[in-house]
């Protein structure tokens, strides 16, 4: 499939509220470009895109069965003008019978060595703001999200993990004084099986007691990608970037 027709792309059209005519604008005005890295990614740039602005970043890690090219569904619904984003793609499924790539925890080298070489790619072609790189993922995207931002707080401002279990690795509190600098959100759906409310409620007293500063959002039905989650996910950013500017 070729990613620069969007209008191929399923479920493209009802995710977001844009005419077809306009979207397909999007992809020829370069708003998706390639950039040459080790493993497949799909790369955003914001329209209308001002070169002398650092932006914030948003490294996307896609959901369970999914690819890189998920970051075309996100960008819509969270925000056509306010980041440059990048999507790496996960690992191949061991097991013939699931499609997709996934994000298993013994990847976790090979994921963060990717991830950083998204941030040096992506540095080199556009001003991003060091203080303002964010990793948001969904599903299994969003427990490796929380695995990387845990372990290396230092190279990120937050993390946001969309219906995506908090992982039980051992040590994830090691860094702690650097850790309580970062910004966590949580999206829940409620009827999501993969991760149940009550499975968080037992996992929040220790991220309370850790003195973390944690952004909790529930949501009535099931699905990481609905509109109101990703559009909470633009406010929760745009909120911290607000009150540092003021």
């Given at each position: 499939?070729?990613?620069?027709?969007?209008?191929?792309?399923?479920?493209?059209?009802?995710?977001?509220?844009?005419?077809?005519?306009?979207?397909?604008a999007y992809v020829e005005q370069g708003v998706f470009p390639r950039l040459a890295m080790t493993r497949p990614t799909f790369t955003f740039a914001p329209m209308h895109h001002e070169p002398g602005y650092a932006y914030p970043l948003i490294v996307w890690l896609h959901g369970d069965g999914e690819d890189e090219r998920q970051l075309m569904r996100v960008m819509p619904m969270l925000s056509l003008r306010n980041y440059v984003a990048i999507a790496p793609r996960g690992n191949a499924s061991p097991t013939p019978t699931k499609k997709g790539f996934y994000?298993?925890?013994?990847?976790?080298?090979?994921?963060?060595?990717?991830?950083?070489?998204?941030?040096?790619?992506?540095?080199?072609?556009?001003?991003?703001?060091?203080?303002?790189?964010?990793?948001?993922?969904?599903?299994?995207?969003?427990?490796?999200?929380?695995?990387?931002?845990?372990?290396?707080?230092?190279?990120?401002?937050?993390?946001?993990?969309?219906?995506?279990p908090i992982p039980d690795d051992g040590m994830l509190l090691e860094h702690l004084k650097e850790l309580r600098k970062v910004r966590i959100m949580i999206g829940l759906s409620r009827a999501s099986e993969k991760y149940p409310v009550e499975e968080f409620c037992e996992q929040l007293p220790m991220l309370h007691a850790a003195g973390l500063a944690v952004t909790v959002r529930n949501y009535p039905t099931a699905g990481t990608l609905q509109i109101d989650m990703l559009r909470d996910v633009d406010r929760w950013i745009m909120g911290s970037i607000d009150s540092v500017v003021r």
């Open positions: 499939m070729d990613p620069f027709k969007i209008r191929k792309i399923p479920g493209l059209k009802d995710l977001t509220a844009e005419p077809a005519k306009r979207q397909r994000w298993p925890r013994e990847a976790y080298d090979e994921t963060l060595a990717g991830v950083l070489e998204c941030l040096e790619t992506v540095k080199q072609r556009y001003r991003i703001s060091q203080q303002r790189i964010y990793l948001v993922g969904s599903g299994g995207g969003g427990t490796m999200a929380l695995r990387l931002a845990f372990k290396n707080p230092c190279f990120f401002a937050g993390v946001a993990s969309l219906d995506g």
